[in-house]
C-alpha cells in the first residue's frame, strides 16, 4: 500500500486533470465549510461570487505559470538524481526520511523564507501586497498572488529542490498537502479555541494565519510559515492575537476601497507605492 502510494506521487506531475480536482476540492471544501461555521461576518463589496471571481483570475494565472514553472522542477529533481546531489542523497535516507527532510526543507524555502523576503524587500513586497490588499479573507484568497510573485516564489522553490536533492514523489506529497494547507488556513472558518490553539504547535492554524492578515504592522509582518509552524516559532516571527480584534486589509500601500480592482490589483506593483 506504502509504495502503491509512493507510485501514485510520483506520477501526479504528469496529470494535471487530477491535480486540479485535488485544488478545486480542496477550495469547495472549505467554501462549504466558512459557510457554514464562519469566524466572521465578512462584508464584501458586492457577493462572495464576485469576491471570488477576482481572486480566482489570479488563481489562474498562478496556475499557468506555475505550468511553466514544473517542467524546471522535474529538471531540477531529475538532474539531483543523476547528480547524487542534495540532503537526502548526502544522508542516504530511506523513502520515509526522504519525505520528512523534503517537507522540510520545502516548507522552509517555498513557505517561510520567500514569504519574510517578500515582506523584507521593497521591490518584492509591490507584488505581494496584492495578497494583503484582501479585505475579506477567506477560502479564495489563498492563492490570491500577482503573477510577479508566483515567479519570486517558483525560484524559492527552485532552491528547495536543489538544498533537499527532492525526488519528483516527495515534491508532489507536499504540493497536495500545501495546496490543501492553503485552503485551510484562509478559510473564514471558526474552530474551538482550544483546537485551533493546540494545531498551531504543529501546523499553520487558521487563527494564526488571520493575525499575518491583520491590516495594521507588526502583526502583518508575523506567521510566515504556510504548512508548519515551527518556523515562526524557532525563528522568532510567531504573535497571537484575539480573532475578534483582527481587522483585514492595509493601513497603507494600497486603498481598501480598491481590493477588488483586477485591473488597479495588477498594475499596482509597478506605479506609486508607499515605502514599506
Not at 70 to 91: E, T
Not at 120 to 130: A, D, Q
Not at 159 to 167: D, E, L, N
Request: hydrophobic share 45%; glycine share 6%.
Amino acid at each position: 500500500m506504502f509504495h502503491q502510494i509512493i507510485q501514485y506521487f510520483q506520477t501526479l506531475d504528469q496529470h494535471p486533470v487530477q491535480r486540479m480536482i485535488i485544488l478545486v476540492g480542496g477550495l469547495l471544501f472549505f467554501w462549504i465549510i466558512e459557510g457554514a461555521v464562519p469566524l466572521r461576518g465578512l462584508v464584501y463589496k458586492k457577493t462572495k461570487l464576485r469576491h471570488a471571481s477576482v481572486n480566482f483570475s489570479f488563481t489562474v494565472m498562478h496556475l499557468v505559470i506555475h505550468t511553466f514553472l514544473a517542467i524546471l522542477i522535474i529538471k531540477l529533481s531529475d538532474w539531483c538524481l543523476q547528480n547524487r546531489f542534495g540532503l537526502v542523497y548526502w544522508l542516504h535516507a530511506n523513502i520515509t526520511l526522504t519525505i520528512v527532510i523534503v517537507f522540510l526543507t520545502l516548507d522552509f524555502f517555498g513557505g517561510w523564507l520567500v514569504h519574510i523576503t517578500e515582506h523584507k524587500i521593497p521591490f518584492l513586497w509591490r507584488f505581494h501586497v496584492i495578497h494583503h490588499a484582501d479585505n475579506n479573507v477567506d477560502v479564495t484568497t489563498g492563492l490570491r498572488h500577482h503573477p510577479g510573485e508566483s515567479v519570486v516564489r517558483g525560484i524559492f522553490f527552485f532552491m528547495g529542490i536543489v538544498a533537499s536533492g527532492a525526488p519528483m514523489y516527495s515534491v508532489m506529497i507536499f504540493q497536495t498537502i500545501l495546496i490543501l494547507a492553503t485552503a485551510f488556513t484562509h478559510a473564514n472558518i471558526s474552530l474551538p479555541k482550544w483546537l485551533d490553539n493546540s494545531l498551531s504547535y504543529i501546523l499553520i492554524s487558521p487563527n494564526m494565519h488571520k493575525v499575518h492578515h491583520h491590516w495594521k504592522q507588526p502583526y502583518t509582518d508575523s506567521n510566515y510559515g504556510a504548512v508548519l509552524s515551527i518556523w515562526d516559532r524557532l525563528l522568532g516571527t510567531f504573535k497571537e492575537l484575539d480573532p475578534a480584534k483582527i481587522r483585514y486589509g492595509l493601513d497603507r500601500y494600497y486603498p481598501n476601497e480598491k481590493d477588488e480592482d483586477f485591473m488597479e490589483l495588477l498594475k499596482r506593483p509597478f506605479g506609486k507605492m508607499d515605502k514599506k
